[in-house]
Each structure stands twice: as structure tokens, then as C-alpha cells.
């Protein structure tokens, strides 16, 4: 039987430098867990820009269509500012979240024990926190039509259409309910059914989708209501289910809930393969950082948590991914620190290659 296939695109910024801590724990759990994994590597961002002329070659988009999952870093970068917006570093991106039809990315939001003080809330509000939304990423306002920007009586208008197909919201729902069962049966879908008619369609199909999964607790909110409801009382959440554009909003509050970018992994699912794994994306939720790029000062916790994801989601690996996430909570826990994570008082911080040194040491304690 083959390896299991993995296609890394490090991208920009300070993608290499977590890319490159990722791959030594690829490589680590190849010789200590025999577990081993056909990595390739190539361009994404600016970076293919500059090889290529395009943010995604052709070529690259073909190989991640074949893989079991791909690994991305970061993309983007302020030298990329002026290109006009079709080459932009940010359009790979979201060709490769569209041609691979990765209709639902799961955004945890989970806050180490350790790194509670760091969030803007009150320790007793976040500690223990453990929230995964379930935003829909191929339809909604980012892809509806039309779109643009076009001259109506003399002035110019933009427009950006809200559009969902029955089906669209069912698939996403599904997931959502399929990830909800597998944690505390418990799921909020969150729109804006009060002013919108998406938002109707998106009550009523979550609705009856609900029906197949009687044995999950569903809620509604409005989003407005949900964002709120984040901030004041987050832990009365656990799976959130939302559409494109309301959960790009609602998972990035819900991310600095837990006190730091630099923690937090994400997961983009699509249909399953011929081989039944989902095709599947998994990036960190920060952007490339390209003040801090090349000094090695970055965090590379959040990449790595990623392929905690793909250990679990793609591979079927979860009590490997178990493993990985508790090397990182016991690095924490043990007071080391990038930059992102230190208090005035905290010492000095640790070099993007030392926390990686220091999660690898922890899986060697872990046998």
C-alpha cells in the first residue's frame, strides 16, 4: 500500500520558516511512528507569482487535486499590493478552496490553559474554552452573481450577491451535524433570517437536515446575536454552523477569544475521494507576517496544529493527533514561548526553530 500523499505549498511571509518546523514533524512521526507520508512541495502566493506570473499555476492546481491533502502556509506580502486584483497572492488561494470544492472550513477556537491571560476576556470567561465553527467556503456573497463595481446614474455602484442552492447549505449542514456527534452533540446554526431571504433558506434547510440527526441538540441564532453572544458567554457554544461571509466574521472574533492568531489551525473539507477521504486544505489562521518574515520570530504552533487536523481528518489518525496537540499544550504549559506569547515579565522568547525543537521533544516524551 502507498504513503499517504501531501502536497506543501509554504507560500509567503513567514510560511517557509513554520512550513519547515511542520515538515520536521512529518518527519518525526515517519521514524518514531512509522507513520509515513509522500510529501511534495511547490508554489503558492506571491511566490508563484513571481515564478509564474499567476498566484497558482496551473500545474499546481492539478497536484493538489491528486493528493490526500494539501498544507499551506501563508500568501500575501505588501510588495503584492499593486498587482491588479485577478493575480493578486490572495486569488490562489481561493482557486484552490474553489476548484477543489472545499465547501466547509472548520475553525477551531480552543484555549490552552496556559495561555488564558493572553485573551481580552476574563480568565473565567475563556479558560476551557473549545468552539469549532463550521463555515460554508464556496458560495455566498464572496462568489454570488453579479458582482462588481458599475455606473448607475452617473455614480458607480458595487454589488455582491448573497446566493445559496438548496444544496449547498445541506452538504455544509451535514458536516456540521457529522462533526457535532463526534463532540458534545450540540450545534448552533447562525444567520440572518430576520432581514435576508438566504437566511430563511439556510433556517429552513438546517431544519430539515436536522431531522437525520435527532440524537444533536440545534439551536438558531442571528449572527448579529451570535457575535455577541462570543464575547459575553463564549463556552455556551461548542460546533457553530454558519454561511461564508457571517463565519469569516464570527470565527475571527472567536479566534481572539483564545489570545492568540498564532495558535489557531483550520481545516477546509470538501466531497470524498475515490479512496474516501475528503479533499482537504488545512492553513493557520494568520496571514504571512511579512514584518516579522525571515527572523525567525514566528510561531509555528498554528501550522502545526494544522497537521494535527489532517492527522485526524484526512488520515484517520486520530490518536496521533491526540499526540501532537498534547506535545504543544505541555510546551506551553512548561512556560516556552515565542514572541506572540510573552508578557512583559515572561523572559526572553524563544526562536521559531526552538519551539519547534521543544514540541518534538515533547512527542520523544510522549512514548
Known sequence: MSNPSLLILAGDGIGPEVMAE?????????????????VSEDLVGGAAYDAHGVPLHDDTMAKAQEVDAVLLGAVGGPKYDVLDFSVKPERGLLRL???????????PAQCFDALADFSSLKKDIVAGLDIMIVRELTSGSYFGEPRGIFIEDNERVGINTQRYTESEIDRVARAAFELARK???????????NVMESGIL?????????????DVELSHM????????????????DVILTDNLFGDLLSDCAAMLTGSLGMLPSASLGAPMENGRPKALYEPV????P?????????????????????RYSFDQGTEADRLEAAVEKVLADGVRTADLMQADGGAPVSTSEMGSAI???????L
Open 183 to 193: 463532540r458534545s452533540k450540540k450545534l448552533c446554526s447562525m444567520e440572518k433570517a
Open 202 to 214: 439556510w433556517r429552513d434547510v438546517v431544519t430539515e437536515v436536522h431531522a437525520d440527526y435527532q
Open 222 to 237: 442571528y449572527a448579529d446575536n451570535g457575535a455577541m453572544q462570543l464575547v459575553r458567554a463564549p463556552k455556551q457554544f
Open 22 to 38: 511542520v515538515q520536521r514533524i512529518i518527519a518525526w512521526f515517519g521514524d518514531k511512528r512509522g507513520l509515513k507520508f509522500d
Open 360 to 366: 518534538i521533544a515533547a512527542l520523544d516524551a510522549s
Open 286 to 289: 494568520h496571514g504571512s507576517a
Open 97 to 107: 478552496r474553489k476548484e477543489m470544492d472545499l465547501f466547509a472550513n472548520l475553525r
Open 291 to 311: 514584518d516579522i518574515a525571515g527572523q525567525g520570530k514566528a510561531n509555528p504552533s498554528a501550522c502545526i496544529l494544522s497537521f494535527a487536523m489532517a492527522l
